[in-house]
C-alpha cells in the first residue's frame, strides 16, 4: 500500500530505469516543473557513493521529492556559497575544481566538448563523486556539436553525500596517519612496507547501503582499525574496487595472484547472503580482495598441512 504521494510538479517520464553498469549505478528519467522553469534529467536511485539505493516506490516518491525540494532556483545560491567554501580547503584539487566548474552550469555536458580537456576525466569525475556529488552518467547521448553519440555527465545541485548526507565513511587526515601507523605502512598485497600505502576499507562500499555508514573517530581503537582496513596502494585499491563491482554485478567472487582459492565459501555468492547492507559483510570472508593478510595466512596454513 502506497503512503508517500509525488509531488504534482514532478513527472516521471520513463518508468524504466537508466542504468551506468560500470559504476553501478541506476537513473530515473523525471520532469521538475517549478514556476519559471522545467528540469528535465536523470536522478540516481541506485547511487552507491551516496548510499542511495532505493528499491519501492515509497521510497522513490519521498526520495524525489526531497530531491525537487533541495533543486529548487531559490536554493541554488545558498548551495553555491556551501560549495565555495567546500572548494576553498580542496587546494589541491583545482583540476577536479575545473570539472565541477564545469557541470555546476548545469544540463547535460559532454565529456569530449564541453568539459576540460583531460584524458584521465574519468579520474576527475570520481573524485567529485567521492567528495559526495551527485552526477548522473548517460554513456550514449548525441552531441550536436561532436555530431556523435558520446558521453554526458549531469550534476544535480543537491546537498553533498546526498539529500540525506549519508556517502561514504570519511576518514580524517589523522585518523588516516593513525591506521597506517597502526598497520605499520604494510602495502599487503606486495606483503613490504610501502610509503605509497592507503587505507582501504576491507568491505567493499559497492555493496554499502545507508545503514552501513559508521562513524570513523580520530580515537578509533587499533582493534576496529585492524577490523575494518587494510593498506593497499591506490592502483591496487582500483583494481579491487573493479573487481567487486564485477562480484557485485554477476556473483563471481574475485582471484588474486591466479589463485582460485577461497578460506570460505567458492568462487560464487551465496544467494542466502543479502547482497547488500551490513549483513552482506558475511558473503565478502572468504574472498581474498577482502582480506588480503588472512587469506595468505590461510593458504600458506593450507599448503604447510598437506
Not at 3 to 17: D, F, H
Not at 196 to 219: M, Q, V, Y
Request: charged fraction near 30%; hydrophobic fraction near 30%.
Amino acid at each position: 500500500m502506497m503512503t508517500t504521494e509525488l509531488n504534482v510538479n514532478i513527472k516521471l517520464v520513463e518508468l524504466e530505469r537508466k542504468t551506468h553498469s560500470k559504476a553501478s549505478e541506476e537513473y530515473v528519467h523525471v520532469r521538475f516543473s517549478y514556476p519559471d522553469h522545467d528540469w528535465d534529467g536523470w536522478v540516481p536511485v541506485e547511487y552507491r557513493r551516496t548510499g542511495v539505493s532505493i528499491k519501492t516506490d515509497d521510497e522513490l516518491y519521498e526520495y524525489l521529492n526531497t530531491v525537487y525540494e533541495q533543486m529548487k532556483p531559490e536554493n541554488f545560491t545558498k548551495w553555491m556559497e556551501e560549495q565555495n567554501k567546500f572548494w576553498k580547503e580542496k587546494r589541491n584539487a583545482v583540476t577536479t575544481k575545473g570539472f565541477f566548474d564545469s557541470l555546476v552550469k548545469g544540463g547535460w555536458q559532454c565529456v569530449e566538448c564541453t568539459l576540460p580537456s583531460n584524458p584521465n576525466w574519468a579520474r576527475r569525475v570520481q573524485d567529485l563523486k567521492e567528495f559526495g556529488y551527485t552526477i548522473a552518467t548517460d554513456t550514449h547521448k548525441y552531441c550536436p556539436h561532436c555530431k556523435a553519440y558520446k558521453t554526458h555527465l549531469l550534476l544535480l545541485p543537491i546537498k553533498r553525500g546526498g539529500v540525506h548526507g549519508n556517502g561514504y565513511e570519511k576518514l580524517s587526515p589523522a585518523l588516516r596517519k593513525k591506521i597506517i601507523k597502526v598497520l605499520g605502512s604494510k602495502d599487503v598485497y606486495e606483503d613490504v612496507i610501502s610509503p605509497h600505502c592507503l587505507p582501504d576499507h576491507k568491505f567493499s562500499e559497492i555493496r554499502w547501503d545507508e545503514s552501513t555508514k559508521g562513524d570513523n573517530a580520530d580515537d578509533m581503537s587499533e582493534e576496529e582499525i585492524r577490523r575494518k582496513f587494510q593498506l593497499l596502494t591506490n592502483q591496487r585499491n582500483q583494481q579491487k574496487r573493479e573487481i567487486c563491482r564485477t562480484c557485485y554485478q554477476t556473483g563471481v567472487r574475485g582471484i588474486i595472484f591466479g589463485i582460485p582459492y577461497y578460506y570460505k565459501g567458492t568462487d560464487k555468492w551465496d544467494p542466502s547472503i543479502p547482497s547488500k547492507g551490513k549483513e552482506a559483510e558475511a558473503g565478502c570472508e572468504g574472498c581474498p580482495w577482502y582480506d588480503i593478510a588472512r587469506w595468505r595466512a590461510e593458504l600458506i596454513r593450507k599448503i604447510n598441512n598437506q
